[in-house]
């Protein structure tokens, strides 16, 4: 399932009293919705929390692209520095 605008913003709020806790959102399935509205809002929209939440996405989920493994994520500077220097000690090329 995914969670609404008003599940989403509940949950910003009781993260408020979490000051050093950052999120990481899963948003991979942004562009495949079928509930009424078809929306998949962005944590990272929610109110005060674009500083603190690090959204992951990629490609084949959204465009039919099947053992494609191309994602991306989107964080603020601190966040994605730390995430690139976990990531280049846990993949490699053979």
Known sequence: GVYDEKQLRELASVLEDYPNVAILADEIYERLVYTEGGKCPSFAAMPN?????????????????TGMRLGYMAAPARLAKAATTVQSQITSCA
């Open 49 to 65: 929390m674009f500083h603190r939440t690090m959204a992951v996405n990629g490609f084949s989920k959204a465009y039919a692209m």
